[in-house]
């Protein structure tokens, strides 16, 4: 692009960079609103305090899919994090070190759980195989969902590769998703 005028020998913000007439003002006000976003920055995490540890919030991600007339709920989590009671009476091992999968399937049309066929592959980021068995089936009063576990060595992300029939439908439906633990 050609502009009309001078100009400037003198490279601002950064080597070999020629500035037009006009641009320095632009600048001006950009290094300005950089400055600003710093301090503001800064001041927002408690400035020069000491550091404090404090987990990292993960950034939400979908739990469900639409596979035409049902919606597949899925998660993961380490099974630490579920209470004593709750591993007690699902017979699932507490331990930062084995990670939970749960997946429900719900009729679009009534808002009904469905019984389907559940098979799940897991592999982790280098694509190592990871072993979790077919899902067990666990009936709740209305409410009917699997869940399958697996180990985990965190930091690790995990992708779960999720078949899913629902009863009725001769076809699986394949659902996808990550999950880091850490």
Known sequence: MVYSGQRSSAPAGGAGRQVFPGDRSLMTIKN???????FAL????????????VP????????????GEHTVHFSALATDQLSPEIAR????TRSPDRAMLTVSIINNADGSS???????????LTGQLKNLKDPRR?????????????T??????LVFDISVRPEGRT???????KREFH
């Open 32 to 38: 300005s609103l950089l400055a600003l976003s710093f």
């Open 42 to 53: 800064a001041a927002a995490c408690g400035g020069g305090e000491a550091e404090r540890d």
């Open 56 to 67: 990292v919030a993960q950034p939400a991600e979908a739990s469900h899919t639409d596979i």
């Open 89 to 92: 009476a699902y017979s699932i």
């Open 114 to 124: 469905v019984p389907a066929e559940v098979s799940v592959r897991t592999v982790n």
């Open 138 to 150: 666990i009936d709740e009063g209305e409410a009917i969902y699997y869940i399958g576990e697996t």
């Open 152 to 157: 985990i060595k965190p930091p690790e992300t």
């Open 171 to 177: 076809q699986p439906a394949e659902v996808r998703f």
